[in-house]
């Protein structure tokens, strides 16, 4: 059976096969298969290795024709995994957690906030063709030489620029309405040029703050301090104090 293709936009390609849709950009993938995402990803690999700084699940750095890439698979979290590690209830492609994701990448790409490019999405239905659940992975560009946030903090201290320049980053998505669902140390990038970027974006969202208000950008922030004050906690040596969290939040409201 041959691959089915509809072209949304110049950046955008949906393909499908059997259980298998494949949302992605063309100027980055050439002719894959609609299962490139959800059987094929590591035999179409020159090379892979799982992500372990992080700890963001069930995540590999990827080589595909030259392009070094992120690919990670949606794995629930809490107790219901213990059950259901991996499956999820939709009926509409559209609204699956991959293709929202990869969406949702590409608008803030194009507003020009520090994100990582997005390569492809992928939705199978599980476990037969017409199925209302499904499994669904993302392909992301590696940004390069980059560190997780957590990772410096247990081997240097920040300088005072380099915490401002993570509040003005955060600001920055926020200005944008951007609603990060998991925003913490370990979904923030630093380079060698102490550039920040945010990561793994997965159940967020725009907002209209004519809607919603502010209270959810103050939420987001005191979900970082939380991860940061966890992670103080756990390590021996964390470079990280009230004084470090200060200095960031003047940078956010500068």
Known sequence: MSQKHKIHSENCCLIHKKDSYLLYDPHLLTSPEADLLYSGIFHKSDDFRPVVAGGRGQAWFVEINGLAAVYRRYLRGGLISRLNQQTYFGLRQEDSRSFKEWRLLQLMLERGLP?????????????????????????????????????????????????????????????????????????????????????DFDKSEIRNTREKGDSWKQGNLQRLKRSLLKQWSIHKSYHFTEKNWQTLLAAYTA
């Open 115 to 199: 994100v990582p490019r997005p390569i492809a999405a992928s939705v199978s239905r599980w476990p037969f063709k017409y199925s209302p659940f499904y499994r669904a992975q993302i392909l992301v560009e590696l940004i390069p030489n980059v560190k997780v946030l957590d990772q410096i903090l247990t081997q240097r201290d920040l300088t005072s620029e380099e915490w401002a320049l993570v509040g003005k980053c955060i600001r920055q998505f926020h200005n944008e309405g951007v609603y990060h669902a998991d925003l913490n140390v370990n979904n923030i990038l630093l380079n060698e040029s102490s550039s920040v970027y945010l990561i």
